[in-house]
């Protein structure tokens, strides 16, 4: 089985993943954080990250996260991304992710700890 | 004031894997399969739950929730709601019966909060499952899973609140169970309830509308969520938190997550409400204790991670 080295460009954080491991998993298996980790599934978005440079495959994902044509520009899933070399990615999160801000975390933000 | 409408009755969610959902929700949180349509839905229900679906699934290029359904007490009362929903302001469509397989005409409407809701009044009575009407043993013995007793709840993430809360209360006749408001005095979260249970429905404020939290399952004890939190890890599912408690209702949760990154719960026990019980307010500062009563702060998936 091969390994690869992933690289993520904002915070210079490099991991082996497995051939057939998720991007994402195999970031927290190593106790790093440099991609943010929603729902796992493919769902929400936040693990969002362009593909910088490498091959991969990537499993089913949200089209209202990634759509068909920025899959055909690298934009992934770090949670569906499995490599097939290494990898150069930028986290990305979807912008539908990130502007999930709501009401709750701006009362927050103001008065409570936040767990990033 | 009651207006007819009973409990909550079924949610329609849409998954990128059917055949990997279905594991999920049989395998795991013990719902049973109880039908396929010729879209290619699949039907589920909890094991104590008398119609014959509570859970429809649905293969989708993006997952999330199509929408939820309350079952009102009859037919006439189902035309009397639709001309409050319509007087109210809201279009609505009409499905008819059979549209969903053995259920009755529904009448579906969107929340100012973005959600489609549906109202029904008819659908096939099919008794618990593996249990008789008379004499009835405890329990059925084959259960699966973490054996859900039944679909509780939703949380729903979206705007206009104040609006879905005069929808809910004024025109459905829910009551308000518990809030949490902002040191305005802005209620940023209200958990409405038909029943004795501490919510039916609740919904927090967010500036996209539409989106899904969670979708949640009965348990009976906090022996029965630890089960749960052994069962997600025994295959690998992803966790979200838990085991813990909520400070809002008080139930004992974890969350988790399908294949295709819905949020599911599973909760036991929880606080109690009649109409004439005051609201319980949790203050917007004190959120983090109000969510999750042990840790007292947010984790930010709870509050970001939406399908």
Known sequence: MSDYTITEQHSQQSFTCHQDQFVLKAMESHGLRSIAVGCRGGGCGVCRVKVISGSYECGRMSKAQVSTEQQQQGYALACRLKPTSDLLIECSPSPLAINGITGVTKAKQKHTEVIK | ?307
Not at chain 2, 49 to 66: C, H, I, T, Y
Not at chain 2, 224 to 236: G, Q, V
Not at chain 2, 251 to 261: A, E, L, M, N
Request: charged content about 30%; glycine content about 8%.
């Open chain 2, 1 to 307: 004031m009651r207006k007819g409408v009973l409990r909550p009755g079924h949610i329609q969610l849409r998954v990128l894997d059917l055949e990997a959902s279905i594991e999920h929700y049989v395998e795991l949180l013990g719902l049973h399969e109880t039908d396929r349509d010729e879209q290619g839905r699949v039907y589920l229900k909890a094991w104590s739950e008398v119609d014959k679906f509570s859970l429809v699934l649905r293969e989708a290029d993006e997952p999330g929730m199509d929408f939820m359904a309350f079952k009102v007490v009859d037919d006439s009362t189902l035309d009397s709601l639709t001309a409050d929903i319509e007087a109210f302001g809201l279009e609505v469509t009409h499905k008819e019966a059979g549209d969903l397989k053995d259920c009755g005409r529904r009448v579906q409407f969107t929340a100012p909060s973005g959600h489609v809701f549906e109202l029904y009044a008819e659908k096939a009575y099919t008794g618990k499952w593996g249990v008789e009407e008379t004499n009835p043993e405890a329990w059925p013995r084959a259960l699966r899973g973490m054996k859900a007793v039944r679909f509780d709840h939703c949380l729903l993430y979206g705007d206009e609140l104040a609006k879905t809360y005069d929808l809910f209360v004024d025109v459905l006749g829910f009551y308000l169970a518990e809030q949490v408001l902002d040191p305005d005095g802005n209620r940023i979260a209200q958990f409405l309830t038909l029943s004795m249970k501490a919510h039916d429905i609740a919904f927090i404020q967010h500036e996209e509308k539409a989106k899904f939290h969670h979708a949640s399952f009965y348990l009976e004890t906090w022996e029965d969520i630890l089960r749960a939190a052994d069962l997600i890890s025994m295959t690998n599912t992803s966790l979200d938190i838990g085991p813990t408690r909520h400070g809002i209702t008080h139930g004992k949760t974890i969350y988790f997550f399908d294949p295709s990154g819905n949020r599911n719960e599973v909760f036991a026990g929880g606080d109690y409400m009649y109409p004439d019980h005051n609201p319980i307010t949790w203050k917007a500062e004190d959120l983090g204790k109000a969510i999750f009563y042990h840790d007292r702060v947010l984790n930010e998936r709870f509050l970001t991670v939406l399908t």
